[in-house]
């Protein structure tokens, strides 16, 4: 085989690893991968080895002109070497309790593998492959539905945050009973339980009533997102597991207190093994119960969670 040939081969091989699954991409990117491998050759060549790769491949075009290309949504992950037990249980386990975290465009690039992880399992007989029916998440709390959430309003908000830029959004407001059209500079996502929010900061356009300050949004509640063009105006002291931690999800002002609280035996001993805070304190009293002190965010989610402890007003001081 001569060195011409090897190079059209090797060349190719690389336009197939790197075609994409669910979007388009054209001969101009391509080339531009090609380039970053040290391959220098012109749009034409490679828009005519596309054509000749998509008689023996499942790939398709849009044919616009420039031309896009792309994988099939329905094409195996032929490129992929036999994946191991292993591997398939992680992509198990991923494509389980990942999805809603992991943006749109990442996960319909995985699907192929998902296809291949799941095949793997039905046809393995080691123990890893009978992982999945042995584990489980339960929710500490009564388990509820998840709200349903807008799929492509979904999607476009997650790329948002994937490749910080702006957004504008219609968001169904509870607290005004209407709708809102919001501009937003989105800036994480978290999950709560069943339901996912979008943290960011913003104005709204309808009411022109500034909303830079940190807030929290509903994912459920977005009708529709569009992206733009602009790149997101991020807090100089945003740091997300700072926010968290200072009570952001529990939906608080971020004010942190000093906790007092006295729990019956049965309803606190717990805490000797998950401590509140890392500075908590348990003393156990004459008639048996616990006084537990902790740094804590003061949250609503906090006083929901000591009333269903047991503890009510009259047991709680705050210094």
Request: net charge neutral.
């Given at each position: 085989m001569g060195s011409s040939t090897i190079s059209a081969t090797y060349r190719q091989w690389l336009m197939l690893q790197n075609l994409p699954r669910g979007r388009w991409a054209g001969t101009a990117e391509l080339q531009q991968v090609l380039q970053q491998e040290g391959i220098d050759v012109n749009l034409r060549t490679i828009q005519r080895d596309l054509v000749a790769m998509a008689e023996f491949f499942p790939l398709e075009s849009n044919g616009l002109s420039p031309q896009g290309w792309r994988w099939k949504s329905d094409a195996p992950a032929t490129q992929l070497p036999h994946m191991t037990s292993s591997q398939a249980l992680t992509f198990m386990m991923?494509?389980?309790?990942?999805?809603?975290?992991?943006?749109?465009?990442?996960?319909?690039?995985?699907?192929?593998?998902?296809?291949?992880?799941?095949?793997?399992?039905?046809?393995?007989v080691s123990p890893a492959h009978r992982w999945t029916d042995k584990v489980r998440i339960v929710p500490p709390t009564q388990p509820l539905i998840p709200?349903?959430?807008?799929?492509?309003?979904?999607?476009?908000?997650?790329?948002?945050?994937?490749?910080?830029?702006?957004?504008?959004?219609?968001?169904?407001?509870?607290?005004?009973?209407?709708?809102?059209?919001?501009?937003?500079?989105?800036?994480?996502?978290?999950?709560?339980?069943?339901?996912?929010?979008?943290?960011?900061?913003?104005?709204s356009l309808s009411s022109g009533q500034a909303t830079d300050a940190i807030r929290l949004f509903a994912m459920h509640r977005f009708k529709k997102a569009w992206l733009r063009d602009e790149k997101a105006r991020k807090p100089k002291d945003f740091?997300?597991?700072?926010?968290?931690?200072?009570?952001?999800?529990?939906?608080?002002?971020?004010?942190?207190?000093?906790?007092?609280?006295?729990?019956?035996?049965?309803?606190?001993?717990?805490?000797?093994?998950?401590?509140?805070?890392?500075?908590?304190?348990?003393?156990?009293?004459?008639?048996?119960?616990?006084?537990?002190?902790?740094?804590?965010?003061?949250?609503?989610?906090?006083?929901?969670?000591?009333?269903?402890m047991g503890a009510s007003d009259s047991t709680k001081k705050h210094h």
């Open positions: 991923v494509e389980q309790h990942l999805k809603l975290l992991m943006p749109t465009s990442v996960l319909k690039e995985l699907h192929p593998w998902f296809d291949n992880a799941r095949q793997q399992m039905k046809q393995g709200p349903t959430v807008d799929a492509e309003a979904l999607q476009t908000i997650q790329e948002a945050v994937l490749k910080e830029r702006r957004i504008d959004a219609l968001y169904d407001s509870r607290t005004k009973k209407k709708a809102l059209n919001l501009e937003l500079d989105p800036l994480a996502i978290v999950q709560r339980g069943t339901v996912l929010y979008l943290i960011a900061v913003g104005k740091n997300l597991d700072d926010y968290l931690t200072k009570g952001g999800l529990g939906f608080g002002d971020g004010s942190i207190k000093k906790l007092k609280v006295i729990f019956s035996k049965e309803a606190g001993e717990h805490l000797y093994e998950s401590k509140l805070s890392k500075d908590q304190v348990i003393k156990e009293l004459p008639d048996g119960r616990l006084e537990v002190t902790a740094t804590v965010a003061d949250t609503p989610q906090l006083a929901w969670w000591l009333r269903g």
